[in-house]
């Protein structure tokens, strides 16, 4: 597959990456302190890839991305992806995380289970450190078994993902429900 484009680009996060193909977005990278290591990274994966501004839907993704690390509440399920030579599994994994919702989280178990491979705990946690789109295949919201954070393979690594479940005030996929109100 020929790689077109990537983009570095900076968010309060941090700098981010994101890299395409005509068919979609191929790469994503999650915020660094500097922009070197992320364009680096991207022409490593992309090899055949050329530095460029986005247009169209590549461009609604970086401004989409860069709202959401201010905090705003943001959706990627429209984003075109390019998963060319994903694995079946990986493939299905990556679909039913795009179906988390904002703040919403679920366990490998749940994940692995609702995928038809209940057994698969320790494929799936491999899974979600190849993803190679995270934020837009939202790795950072499954969960270790109980609601622990489990880990997390972008740079910062676990504290990185603790900073985006707090972003989304994302709560364990266990937690009881708040109660709205007391009446005194």
């Not at 068919?23 to 990274?41: D, Y």
């Not at 401004?63 to 994903?86: H, I, K, M, N």
């Not at 692995?112 to 057994?119: A, I, L, M, N, R």
């Not at 609601?147 to 364990?172: C, V, W, Y």
Request: with cysteine; charged share 15%; glycine share 10%.
């Amino acid at each position: 597959m020929t790689y077109s484009a990537y983009h570095v680009f900076e968010t309060a996060f941090g700098f981010c990456g994101a890299g395409w193909s005509e068919v979609g977005l191929a790469r994503f990278i999650l915020p660094t302190p500097e922009a070197e290591p992320v364009e680096r990274l991207l022409r490593q994966r992309l090899p055949v890839s050329r530095a460029t501004q986005p247009i169209g839907e590549m461009a609604d993704l970086v401004a989409t991305a860069q709202r959401y690390f201010d905090g705003s509440e943001e959706t990627f399920s429209s984003v075109p992806l390019d998963l060319s030579g994903v694995s079946p599994f990986h493939r299905a994994l990556y679909t039913a995380m795009r179906r988390l919702a904002y703040g919403e989280t679920t366990t490998y178990g749940a994940l692995c289970e609702s995928v038809g491979f209940p057994k698969a705990t320790r494929e799936t946690g491999a899974a979600m450190g190849q993803n190679p789109i995270p934020l837009i295949i939202p790795c950072h919201r499954v969960l270790a078994a109980g609601g622990r954070i489990g880990g997390f393979s972008a740079h910062g690594g676990i504290t990185t993902k603790q900073k985006m479940l707090a972003l989304e005030n994302a709560r364990s996929p266990n937690a009881v429900p708040a109660q709205g109100a007391f009446s005194f």
